[in-house]
């Protein structure tokens, strides 16, 4: 089960209480003050694990607390740190204050993490307090509590490529044609009700991630059918593949309503670089089909059929030098930011 949305609670530790204490020893008549600090309370983090897929952990496990800190005690001796604890993300998971709606951290990138509740402070001990006029304080602070905070977590796929299109336009057969990702198919609509990622490799040195994502219906921008579910993933992806099956009635009408869908959804949504595609190539007669090609050329898109392949590869080839042109740009932005 693909989870991409979970609510967790997270209360990092309380800071040791330091300690009042003087020494007592044999042949020390007068010892001083020597009671010790006490110790931090462990901290929460939150840490991007490349491993892991989906909020799951999460829905199953809600309330992540860590130890708190020792109390200090005699001869000077500060209590023992609390442990902390680091709950795994997956990357892409927006993280966000539940009580204020404040995004906190956005964790895209493969080693990303975040202290998201500090751990306690251990308080000062009596030995602290020694001054030349107050030579046996009985003062000690007691250690800070720790912070408890209430997060929702949304995960938002990050892929290269994502295939969008109406429920049965081919989006699952195309990734499991071009990737070794094994997305359920069936000539039924919506087949897919979660988003599968695949590995598109061309050779050695270029390869690209693709999602297959759940089909769009009209309306899916006000979040009917999968919705907002569905367009929540595509924001992450650096090019569009809007796939129309060309046998279908009307395929120019289904390919306007997905357009729309994405433009009213979001308009930076709506500037992401796209590549139109005709695909089940394979379901048209020698005539229709030489009409199809005609009209794809004309349109700029691609006539493909990902049974028996015709199209693909040239559809791949155009892909990565979208997604490398994005890519570059992107690195440049960021090198001039």
């Given at each position: 089960m693909f989870i991409d949305q979970a609510k967790i609670e997270v209360t990092s530790g309380k800071g040791g209480n330091g300690c009042v204490s003087f020494r007592r020893e044999k042949y020390v008549p007068k010892?001083?003050?020597?009671?010790?600090?006490g110790g931090k309370g462990g901290s929460v983090w939150?840490?991007?694990?490349?491993h892991i897929r989906t909020l799951l952990d999460c829905r199953e496990t809600r309330v992540y607390r860590a130890d708190a800190g020792g109390a200090g005690s005699g001869?000077?001796?500060?209590?023992?740190?609390?442990k902390d604890i680091v709950v795994w993300m997956p990357a892409g998971t927006?993280?966000?204050?539940?009580?204020?709606?404040?995004?906190?951290?956005?964790?895209t990138g493969?080693?990303?993490?975040?202290?998201?509740?500090?751990?306690?402070?251990?308080?000062?001990?009596?030995?602290r307090f020694a001054t030349s006029r107050n030579q046996a304080p009985r003062r000690a602070d007691p250690g800070t509590p720790g912070e408890s905070r209430l997060l929702e977590l949304e995960l938002k796929l990050i892929a290269d490529v994502g295939f969008v299109g109406l429920p049965n336009a081919g989006k699952s057969t195309l990734l499991s044609r071009v990737s070794r990702a094994h997305p359920k198919i069936a000539a039924y609509p919506f087949t897919t009700l979660e988003p599968h990622l695949g590995i598109v490799i061309l050779d050695e040195e270029r390869q690209f991630v693709a999602a297959d994502l759940p089909g769009l219906i009209e309306g899916a921008h006000q979040g009917r059918g999968l919705g907002?579910?569905?367009?929540?993933h595509v924001e992450r992806t650096r090019v569009l593949v809007l796939l129309t099956d060309v046998s279908s009635e009307h395929p120019e009408v289904d390919a306007a309503l997905v357009v729309r869908e994405i433009e009213e959804y979001s308009s930076t949504l709506a500037a992401k670089p796209r590549v139109a595609v005709l695909s089940k190539a394979d379901l048209l007669g020698p005539e229709a089909h030489e009409a199809a090609l005609l009209r794809a050329r004309a349109a700029g898109a691609t006539l493909i059929s990902a049974h028996t392949g015709e199209g693909v590869p040239e559809l791949l080839e155009t892909l990565w030098r979208r997604v490398d042109e994005v890519a570059r740009a992107e690195s440049q932005s960021d090198d001039d930011g």
């Open positions: 010892g001083g003050p020597d009671g010790g600090d939150l840490r991007v694990n490349p001869n000077n001796k500060t209590g023992k740190d609390g927006v993280v966000r204050d539940a009580t204020s709606g404040e995004t906190l951290v956005d964790l493969p080693e990303s993490e975040y202290q998201v509740a500090r751990g306690g402070r251990g308080g000062r001990g009596n030995a907002h579910q569905f367009l929540r």
